[in-house]
């Protein structure tokens, strides 16, 4: 049954799945990555193969040589043999959907699924930001949980670090689920020198080249020094002063007293010295000592997607998650040049 | 509307004000008055800014009687359309305009807010300059107090000087049981539940900031209106304060 088109591209082709990867086939059919969706699944099974174009044609004889590859069970396939009803068709096209929407949840949280997701991203496949200070920012698709039949899909945007309903209708028969909540973030952590505000959008196109060796992607020519482990301009780019909505009636603010005066500045507020988000460095003396802790942190930078890490050692996780151990010695050099950046930046702040 | 209109341009709706505000992409609009319209006062100063400004006013308020070619009509109508839009800004917001506008507020026509936590207040539309042909019309929520471009493409084109920046904040200074309930529920970036340093940091941050102003408030001796969290379709709180 070698079509053209297969069931994963044609289901990604549909009005309103713009936003799904197609999940490459090897993914599915490693077993590890399913672990535990055999049972949320109904019709787990006949799912699986619909997903992977196994699905038997009318003549048993046409099976091919695809379905041995995935399934070597005798029983199973000789129980395939009978008709199936309409009905049963349309359940497992929608427990095909299912399977195939957590799939995706975990596949663009892979390495390899987030590097397509990073291509439909560059190609703007997620559209923008509509808020407007925001200067048409990229968004990624996230869901508000990992359990299927929740919410619908929504967009979260990197510059305002706030998540918004898609603009069209269509979008709103998509699960969130298929898209989870840890992808945006892991997503930002994969690609930390990636300009997630809206203005260097066209620089960002001309250099959209993958360089899976771990190279500056897509990167602007400046990055700041990190802080609290991301580079300082991709902090919220589109919060804080001259980035905030200020109310005017007639060219004059209103007053925060008035009844109707500003509440919600906190929301788009950020500090304009970003060092006062190093709270590490706040309490605990100077910045200099820091950043030299920082460096030092990343030379011996082993270990790899230590999710569990990621709240109290996020320096080091994030350098993990972000390179990997194959680029770990281009991420300490170029670790040490931002350490030696940091410095002579935070001489000139001070 | 029970005025003198000559039925005379056919191919004209016979009301251009009902017409105008009927057309697709002009849906933010509302229907001016005529009497404000014919009081020269709420004119000043939009002679310069419109080419044949006397016609177009005649086109407007339905008293067009000129012979002309289709190119000057064109340029006509294209003008008036203009002094429309800047005429709009001044009338909504008189207590009349306001009136209208809350009603369309009401109705939703300006459309939902798109964030998520703001869980589909009605917008206001809103310019982000008061000069006209400088920038195009925004959406202000009224809940994170932030502006949003229009999701249709055919707003991106209308001027947000026909609406004015200081619309929805003399709306809430009108109408101030209008003004809904402030949310305090945010989102928080999670990677596999965890948050992460950088934006909690920020959010720590920014709470603070909250903290702090509604502790200047309080010693002002401001009501100040948050709530936690709002669950979704509990729309009732922006119903009720009308």
């Known amino acids: 049954m070698d079509e053209e088109e297969s069931w994963v591209s044609s289901f990604c082709n549909v009005l309103g799945h713009e936003y799904f990867a197609e999940v490459a086939e090897d993914f599915i059919e490693d077993d590890f990555n399913l672990t535990g969706l055999g049972s949320t699944v109904p019709m787990y099974k006949e799912a699986l193969e619909m997903i992977l174009d196994v699905e038997p044609e009318d003549d048993s004889d046409s099976m091919g040589s695809a379905s041995e590859s995935l399934s070597g069970d005798p029983t199973y396939r000789r129980s395939r043999g009978h008709q199936r009803t309409a009905s049963d068709y349309s359940v497992i096209e929608s427990s095909a959907e299912l399977l195939y929407g957590l799939i995706h949840q975990r596949f663009i949280t892979s390495r390899q699924g987030i590097q397509v997701m990073y291509e439909k991203y560059l190609a703007n496949h997620f559209g923008f930001c509509p808020r407007v200070n925001c200067n048409s920012a990229r968004v990624l698709p996230c869901g508000f949980s990992d359990t299927p039949g929740q919410e619908t899909v929504k967009l979260f945007c990197p510059s305002c670090c706030d998540i918004y309903v898609p603009p069209n209708s269509r979008f709103q028969s998509v699960d969130g689920a298929y898209f989870g909540t840890t992808f945006p973030t892991l997503f930002l952590m994969t690609f930390p020198e990636l300009d997630i505000s809206g203005n260097g959008r066209k620089d960002l196109i001309a250099s959209s080249s993958l360089n899976p060796s771990g190279g500056r992607r897509g990167a602007r020519d400046t990055i700041l020094p990190p802080i609290n482990g991301i580079p300082a301009n991709n902090i919220a780019p589109g919060l804080g002063k001259g980035k905030k909505y200020e109310m005017r009636i007639y060219g004059f603010k209103v007053n925060e007293r008035a009844r109707s005066g500003p509440r919600m500045g906190w929301l788009r507020d950020k500090p304009e010295n970003l060092e006062e988000l190093d709270e590490f460095a706040q309490y605990g003396g100077d910045a200099a000592d820091d950043s030299d802790s920082a460096i030092s942190e990343i030379e011996d930078d082993g270990e790899e997607d230590e999710e569990e890490e990621v709240e109290e050692d996020d320096e080091e996780a994030e350098e993990g998650l972000a390179y990997g151990p194959g680029v770990g010695a281009s991420a300490v050099r170029v670790k040490r040049e931002r350490g030696a950046k940091r410095e002579e930046v935070a001489g000139e702040v001070r | ?242």
Not at chain 2, 191 to 206: I, V
Request: hydrophobic share 30%; with cysteine.
């Open chain 2, 1 to 242: 509307m029970d005025d003198y209109n000559s039925e005379t341009d056919s191919d004209y709706a016979s009301y251009w004000r009902d017409w105008f505000i009927s057309t697709r992409g002009h849906e933010y609009f509302c229907e001016i008055d005529e009497d404000y319209l014919t009081d020269r006062f709420n004119l000043t100063g939009l002679q310069p800014e419109v080419h044949y400004y006397q016609y177009a006013l005649d086109l407007i308020t339905d008293v067009f009687d000129f012979d002309c070619d289709d190119e000057t009509r064109e340029s006509i109508e294209k003008s008036a359309k203009h002094l429309y839009g800047l005429v709009h800004a001044r009338y909504i917001i008189t207590t009349r305009g306001l009136q209208k506008m809350l009603e369309k507020y009401k109705k939703c026509d300006f459309g939902r807010c798109p964030r998520v936590l703001c869980r589909s207040h009605p917008l206001l539309p809103i310019g982000l300059s008061d000069v006209a042909h400088s920038k195009s019309v925004k959406l202000y929520c009224a809940k994170c107090e932030d502006v949003y471009s229009p999701k249709s493409s055919r707003h991106a084109t209308i001027d947000g000087a026909y609406f004015g920046t200081s619309f929805p904040h003399i709306l809430f200074q009108v109408y101030p049981a209008l003004i809904p309930p402030k949310v305090n529920e945010r989102y928080i970036p999670r990677c596999f539940g965890f948050k992460t340093h950088a934006m909690a940091a920020l959010a720590r941050w920014q709470e603070e900031q909250r903290a702090n102003q509604d502790r200047r408030l309080l010693e002002a001796g401001v009501e100040v209106r948050r709530v936690e969290s709002e669950t979704i379709g509990d729309d009732s709180s922006s119903d009720d304060a009308s």
